[in-house]
């Protein structure tokens, strides 16, 4: 069976995670128009709805790779956290001071006897409005992301979205995009992680049915990924990889295989040419290049896993 | 060593992933000890750190950990009033009705909000370990004299809010730039643009945006050039990859945030056989 929720993640940034994600996307909507013979034996011919799922709020760049960076259809600003607004008229210095105290992230601080925000480390938790002993801190929403939706030219919805850079809340805005994807009629969501693996990369990973995980045969490419893997891992998600410029450190690479085993999905090698490609914005599954043949094998490869289960 | 002179902080970040933010990183720090400089690198990226790893080093005995009051319920004082579940921003506390709250350590930011709104005092702080410092020593050493100190952050796996994280590896690198009195100090960002890229970058005097010259280093440069604006941190660019993709998109940035690209690292195979080895310490940046 295949899974309804697919997420790519990686640890490291840059290893590819965008462009398989835009690749499988379009592989999987397209896979219906096929003809019969080519899609016998392949579960996934029954998947009729893809949609396409954005969600590195921090650097979205699932766009790019599907060709089209611009014509959204609809772009709704969103709120994801509040920030307090104080009243220093009423505090007295030794008050200011304990409220300072009781902030964790360290994002209240007084200054010629007022407290002050500093935003960049505000967390909007609350503790300072819950503590005031005045009751002048009220926390008030901050418009901070946006959520964006298109319809691409593959015939499959794409929904992404932003937190503005300097903003706190990446995971609510990824749990948002996600509510937003929802809302289209779906056999299969494919998810695009940011990198790392703190609170955008567990919100994207949450009720995810599987996660293909993307590395390259480099020392920081392999470190990342075992690190990512202990999330995957704490979510109890199966998992597949895939090594990405498998080539530049071919035993790396297979040491990286040998340790994957049968989780292995496939190897992409690297290419000079998809710079070029992208920066003319030309989706990897348009071009002729080896990479698109090793990618559609991946294709094939999650297929078989996935009907063997 | 002139001790007059002042501690320079500077910040290495991107936006995107994969630019090569710790390669420069390395190589900007090995260009500023054959100057003679004492230079301290700080690995920030405490989600995956790399800088270790690219200078062959392991992450043995930590120097230092970091912690972080996570809550813990009283049940003798609790009367389940339900204050603590409502009040938790980060959905954290889950209450059944009738039942006594259940703390999700995987949700909590350690806020401490729960502890103040209590009014019987039941929640009570918890220390936890949420993340290791690491100081690796005898590194690099020019005219006798050592020249290169390196300190990463690693966060607990599974750790959401990992800027606490990075303010604590700041704040232990700066103190021991101050003993030994270093002249640089390199933090090293993890990419994106938020909390633990903006912790890694406050306070920095300056700071490398480190890019390619494709659509999405190009959209990716705009967001984080933005929050260096908002951070009021002088930012220039640095171009890796430069040969290969479009340099058109990267300028226009460029130009919109008045500033530059400082310097362009052209493709180079040697490059990224040395990267994928862990030899990039050996390379020669200018």
């Known amino acids: 069976m295949i899974p309804k929720r697919i997420t790519i993640i990686s640890g490291k940034g840059g290893v590819g995670k965008s462009m398989l994600a835009s690749a499988l996307a379009m592989l999987f909507a397209q896979n219906k128009n096929l003809p019969r013979s080519t899609r016998q034996n392949l579960d996934s011919f029954r998947i009729k709805k893809v949609v396409a799922v954005d969600c590195d709020v921090d650097a979205p760049n699932l766009a790019i790779w599907l060709g089209e960076p611009e014509n959204w ?7 994801v956290s509040e920030k307090p607004v104080i009243d220093n008229s009423k505090l007295t210095q030794k008050e200011a001071k304990q409220c300072a105290e009781k902030c964790r992230f360290n994002a209240l601080g007084v200054e010629k006897g007022m407290l002050k925000l500093n935003p960049f480390l505000c967390e909007g938790c609350g503790a300072c409005e819950l503590f005031c002993p005045k009751g002048v801190i009220k926390m008030r929403p901050v418009k901070n992301g946006e959520i964006k939706i ?113 989780k292995l ?20 599954l348009e071009t002729d290049l080896k990479v698109k043949k090793e990618i559609k094998e991946i294709f094939r490869g999650l297929n078989q896993l996935w009907q063997d289960r | ?31 500023l000890i054959k100057e003679g400089k004492k230079v301290i690198l700080c690995d920030c990226d405490v989600e995956c750190p790399n800088d270790y790893l690219l200078l062959g080093e392991k992450l043995k005995k930590s120097a230092g950990k970091v912690y972080a009051e996570f809550p813990k319920l009283n049940k003798k004082k609790c009367s389940k009033c339900g204050l603590c579940a409502r009040t938790c921003r980060n959905n954290a506390i889950f209450q059944a009705p009738g039942k006594y709250p259940v703390f999700i350590k995987d949700l909590c930011s350690a806020c401490g ?18 993340g290791k410092i690491y100081l690796n020593n005898k590194q690099r050493i020019a005219n006798n004299e050592q020249n290169l100190w390196l300190i990463t952050g690693l966060a607990k796996s599974g750790l959401e809010e990992t800027g606490p994280v990075v303010a604590e590896t700041k ?49 990716d440069l705009n967001l984080i050039l933005d929050l260096c604006q908002k951070l009021k941190i002088p930012a220039k660019v640095i171009l890796n990859q430069a040969d290969l993709g479009d340099k058109k998109g990267i300028q226009k940035i460029v130009e919109k945030f008045k500033t530059k690209v400082e310097k362009e690292i052209p493709y180079s195979r040697e490059l990224i056989d040395a990267y994928s080895r862990g030899k990039i310490g050996e390379i020669d940046f200018y």
Request: charged content about 25%.
């Open chain 2, 113 to 130: 909000a729960c502890q103040i709104v209590c009014p019987n005092k039941a929640i009570t702080p918890e220390k936890e370990e949420i």
């Open chain 2, 171 to 219: 704040k232990f690198a700066l103190n021991f730039a101050k003993k030994i009195k270093a002249d640089y100090i390199l933090f090293d960002t993890a990419a994106g643009t938020h909390c633990p890229v903006i912790s890694a970058l406050m306070g920095c005097d300056f700071a490398y945006a480190v890019t390619e010259p494709t659509p999405m280093g190009a959209y």
């Open chain 2, 1 to 31: 060593m002139n001790s007059k002179q002042k501690l320079k902080k500077i910040g290495i970040t991107g936006g995107k992933g994969g630019t090569g933010k710790s390669t420069v990183s390395v190589l900007f720090a090995n260009k």
């Open chain 1, 73 to 79: 259809k609809e772009t709704k600003k969103i709120s």
């Open chain 1, 150 to 262: 298109k319809k691409t030219k593959y015939n499959f919805p794409l929904v992404s979205g932003q937190l503005f850079p300097g903003e706190t809340g990446s995971g609510k805005v990824v749990t948002e995009i996600k509510r937003e994807a929802e809302r289209f009629k779906y056999d299969l969501m494919i998810i695009d992680s940011a990198p790392g693996t703190g609170c955008p990369v567990i919100a994207s990973l949450q009720d995810s049915n599987f996660a293909i995980l993307v590395t390259e045969p480099t020392p920081s490419g392999f470190s990342d990924l075992k690190r990512v893997l202990k999330v995957v891992n704490h979510f109890n998600i199966s998992w597949g990889l895939v090594i990405n410029k498998w080539d530049i450190n071919p035993r790396l690479s297979s040491k990286i295989e040998k340790w994957a085993g049968r």
């Open chain 1, 265 to 284: 999905l496939g190897k992409i090698s690297y290419d000079k040419k998809v710079f070029k490609a992208i920066a003319d914005f030309k989706p990897i």
